[in-house]
């Protein structure tokens, strides 16, 4: 698996543990990462249909196609978990950050994962997708995601121009600015790479769209990136060439 390199950002198309293989030891300051959730329902049915009709409200399109990797159970997606994050370890530097995705379903399975890894974990951030969210008859709108943060041992003294970041990011996802059926808010991704240091590298080793790249380079930091699917790979790379161009 080749590199392909735009500016300030490294991207392998293909599986994350083959491009986490990759990485150097002790290169990367922040894994920031939003990997498919394998959650989208509570049954087998439910979780085997395409990501399309699992993620998309009735009667919402989206121009993206479906993709892969969504299907496993819970049990198998914790392992499946333990691997990649394992992989991540070696990458990220001692006392590098990281900050995992995740909904209601998986966040218990996604915590023991980060530990069983080695990383410490650290806390959980929500993301509030606001009131725009589909209702739950009877029950609580579940209009939050969260954000699992860790860190490879001890997260090092915070220097004094360190920022103060928030526990509850709100912002709607908006459907005009998604280049992936379930892209993040660009907005969102911000909060989050304020996490690694103003000059350091950003790691997603499932970067769909890129958001997570825009938002690093936007910010002066250096973006390694990994996608499996040949069309987001696409996605990526224009959006990324354009603005390393800009
Ligand atoms: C939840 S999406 C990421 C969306 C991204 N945060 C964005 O804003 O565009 C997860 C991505 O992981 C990719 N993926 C699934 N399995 C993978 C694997 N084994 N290795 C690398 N990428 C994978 C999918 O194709 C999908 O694009």
């Not at 080749?2 to 991207?11: D, F, T």
């Not at 993301?127 to 739950?136: A, H, M, N, S």
Request: charged fraction near 25%; proline fraction near 7%; hydrophobic fraction near 40%.
């Amino acid at each position: 698996m080749e590199a392909i390199s735009v500016g300030r950002a490294q991207l392998f198309q293909g599986d994350a543990l083959a491009g986490l293989e990759r990485l150097k030891a002790d290169s990367v300051d922040a894994l920031i990462t939003d990997p498919p959730y394998s959650s989208g329902g509570m049954y087998r049915g439910d979780r085997v249909q395409d990501t399309g009709a699992k993620y998309l409200n009735t009667g919402q399109r989206h121009p993206g196609p479906s993709w892969p990797g969504d299907t496993r159970d819970q049990r198998s997606y914790g392992l499946w978990c333990e691997r990649w994050l394992g992989a991540a370890y070696n990458a990220l530097k001692r006392g590098g950050v990281v900050a995992v995705f995740c909904d209601w379903r998986q966040l218990p399975t996604v915590s023991d994962a980060i530990q069983v890894a080695g990383f410490v974990s650290r806390g959980i951030l929500v993301w509030d997708k606001t009131e725009g969210t589909r209702p739950v008859k009877g029950w609580h709108r579940q209009q939050a995601e969260f954000v699992i943060t860790a860190s490879k041992g001890p997260r090092g003294k915070p220097g004094a121009d360190a920022p103060v970041l928030p526990g509850v990011v709100r912002c709607a996802p908006r459907a005009g600015e998604k280049l992936h059926q379930v892209g993040k808010p660009v907005a969102v991704m911000r909060e989050l790479v304020r996490l690694a240091p103003a000059d350091g590298v950003v790691l997603d080793p499932f970067m769909g769209s890129a958001t997570t790249g825009v938002a690093a380079l936007e910010s002066g930091r250096a973006f390694v990136g990994v996608e499996i699917d040949p069309h987001y790979f696409g996605v990526s790379l224009e959006r990324l060439r354009k603005l390393e161009a800009a």
